[in-house]
């Protein structure tokens, strides 16, 4: 039997006091709130049978699902956090910028700007789409019941539910439903015939640290 429930989770808040956007930089580690709010929601599904949990190879990310194998550690037999690198935020080509700064000092650099629903900035959210659905099928496929967890990033995190709930995958950076630390909740249901979703639906939202997002700094939307 394949994996219940797979439960996506973003990474806490990044310790960033120049705002840039970092993208896939090494070494941008989370802030002490960050690892609150990464404790936060590990202890939100507490007593739930994860079986299993997946990171993005990035730094923020790893930190991210330490408290989720340090209260899941019993569930997981003994194995530590698995790597998937299709969990991975996208590239783009304003990373290590403040972006705002860096339009200031060169306009020329807004040519980047001009197609967001490809977008031209970066990798194709259909590409990110791909990619993510297929670490979430290998997931759910991977281990014999239970649930599990797999921890990324914001965009990545928000094609997966545009892609299961049939909406079109380029919206407004600023309206993505994907906080800190948020947990976005799947289920396999071959009975749904979604384009690109491979039977999988969306059951659950939830925001296990919203009481720290009102004091966050950084947001980290790309």
Same mark, same amino acid.
Request: proline fraction near 8%; charged fraction near 25%.
């Given at each position: 039997?394949?994996?219940? !429930?797979?439960? !996506?989770?973003?990474h806490?808040?990044?310790?960033?006091?120049?705002?840039?956007?970092?993208?896939?930089l090494?070494?941008?580690?989370?802030?002490?709130?960050?690892?609150?709010?990464?404790?936060?929601?590990?202890?939100?599904?507490a007593?739930?049978?994860?079986?299993?949990?997946?990171?993005?190879p990035?730094?923020?990310?790893?930190?991210? =699902?330490?408290?989720?194998?340090?209260?899941?550690?019993?569930?997981?037999?003994?194995?530590?956090?698995?790597?998937?690198?299709? !969990?991975?935020?996208?590239?783009?080509?304003?990373?290590?910028?403040?972006?705002?700064?860096?339009?200031?000092?060169?306009?020329?650099?807004?040519?980047?700007?001009?197609n967001?629903?490809?977008?031209?900035?970066g990798?194709?959210?259909?590409?990110?789409?791909?990619?993510?659905?297929?670490?979430?099928?290998?997931?759910?496929?991977?281990?014999?019941?239970?649930?599990?967890?797999?921890?990324?990033?914001?965009?990545p995190i928000?094609?997966?539910?545009?892609?299961a709930?049939?909406?079109? !995958?380029?919206?407004?950076?600023?309206?993505?439903?994907?906080?800190?630390s948020?947990i976005?909740?799947?289920?396999?249901?071959?009975?749904?015939?979604v384009?690109?979703?491979?039977?999988?639906?969306?059951v659950?939202?939830?925001?296990? =640290?919203?009481e720290?997002? =009102?004091?966050?700094?950084?947001?980290?939307?790309?």
């Amino acid at each position: 039997m394949p994996a219940d !429930l797979i439960h !996506l989770v973003r990474h806490g808040e990044v310790f960033n006091p120049d705002g840039v956007l970092y993208g896939r930089l090494p070494e941008f580690h989370l802030s002490e709130r960050g690892r609150r709010m990464a404790q936060l929601a590990a202890s939100s599904l507490a007593g739930r049978p994860i079986v299993a949990v997946t990171a993005s190879p990035l730094t923020r990310t790893r930190e991210s =699902a330490e408290p989720w194998i340090d209260r899941f550690r019993d569930g997981l037999g003994g194995e530590g956090l698995r790597i998937d690198e299709r !969990l991975i935020e996208p590239a783009n080509r304003f990373e290590g910028l403040n972006i705002r700064a860096a339009l200031k000092r060169d306009p020329f650099l807004a040519r980047h700007l001009l197609n967001p629903w490809r977008p031209s900035w970066g990798e194709p959210f259909a590409s990110i789409a791909a990619r993510m659905m297929a670490a979430v099928a290998d997931a759910h496929a991977g281990v014999e019941g239970g649930e599990v967890v797999l921890v990324s990033h914001q965009l990545p995190i928000w094609m997966v539910a545009r892609t299961a709930q049939g909406k079109p !995958l380029a919206t407004d950076p600023r309206r993505r439903r994907c906080s800190l630390s948020s947990i976005t909740t799947l289920a396999h249901d071959p009975a749904v015939a979604v384009p690109g979703a491979a039977g999988f639906v969306e059951v659950d939202y939830q925001e296990p =640290a919203a009481e720290l997002l =009102a004091e966050a700094i950084d947001l980290g939307a790309v």
